[in-house]
């Protein structure tokens, strides 16, 4: 059964971790943060490889998204997003991100299927100072709206080049380190998470989709809201695709510091 609470917003409470990998399409309240997300496994079916998971901490100042695209089908995808609620859970009042992001590759090494790996973005946004800290483990980079200079860009790690083997997908090898990087994001910044359905969508020529053209698209989304940001990147996806058909589960999640904090 479809999840539609377009209308309605949740609010997380403290210690809630709110999301799955069920299709679902509603506005949330995170600290400091508006979200709204979308989540659209490709049909039939009413669960996909798209996992997506928001929580608050217990004093209601950290806020924490993850967005994982999972390799696989049925179970195998269910029991991975059951591992990463469980660890995120332990870890909702840490700011700190590297030990999350190292035992989530761990275990998702622990009973995974032979095959099976994910590609996750992890964000923590400290409501009190703007402060995103982030890490991406191969996930697509997010598109990032500054809203002082006006301008889309793609959000991407500023570590300098090592031979250390860093931010591969999770699940491929136990031990791996993943970088942090901290952006500043400031009131009317948009963050557009999304997952590889999206970006790599297909016209009826065949032509992909692909980050350039997804960047270009993003100059002429509505800014003044999540909801609206997320909803016009789907639509220009949608128009981009005409009559080709949906290849891959699609998920969007927006999240906007907003202009003016109730």
């Given amino acids: 059964m479809m999840l539609e609470k377009a209308e309605e917003v949740h609010r ?3 210690l809630e971790v709110l999301g799955g990998n069920n299709r679902a399409a ?3 309240e995170l600290p400091g943060l508006a979200g709204w997300v979308s989540c659209h496994p490709l049909q039939p079916s009413p669960r996909g490889g798209d996992v997506y998971y928001m929580s608050a901490c217990s004093q209601g100042v950290v806020a924490r998204v993850v967005l994982a695209d999972v390799a696989g089908h049925g179970e195998a995808v269910n029991t991975a997003a059951g591992r990463l609620r469980d660890a995120l859970r332990q870890h909702v009042e840490q700011w700190d991100q590297s030990t999350l992001i190292r035992q989530l590759n761990d275990t998702f090494l622990t009973g995974a299927e032979r095959s099976q790996y994910a590609t996750a973005f992890l964000a923590s946004f400290y409501s009190g100072s703007g402060e995103l800290l982030f890490t991406n483990a191969g996930h697509v980079p997010p ?3 500054r809203a002082c200079a006006r301008e889309w860009t793609l959000l991407s790690e500023a570590t300098p080049l090592s031979k250390e083997i ?7 090898i136990a031990g791996t380190s993943y970088s942090q990087t901290a952006v500043q994001l400031e009131p009317g910044d948009l963050l557009l998470l999304y997952t590889d359905g999206v970006s790599e ?4 020529s065949g032509t992909q ?3 350039e053209r997804l960047l270009s698209i993003a100059q002429n989304l509505p800014t003044e809201s999540a909801v609206a940001a997320g909803k016009g990147l789907l639509g220009a996806v949608a128009r981009f695709r005409g009559k080709a058909p949906t290849a891959d589960d699609e998920t969007v ?3 906007q510091r907003p202009a003016a904090l109730r």
């Fill in 12 to 14: 997380l409470a403290c």
């Fill in 26 to 28: 509603y506005s949330a």
């Fill in 143 to 145: 598109l990032w709206y």
């Fill in 166 to 172: 860093a931010d591969l997908p999770l699940g491929l």
């Fill in 201 to 204: 969508a297909y016209d009826e």
């Fill in 209 to 211: 989709l692909g980050l």
């Fill in 253 to 255: 999640l927006a999240l």
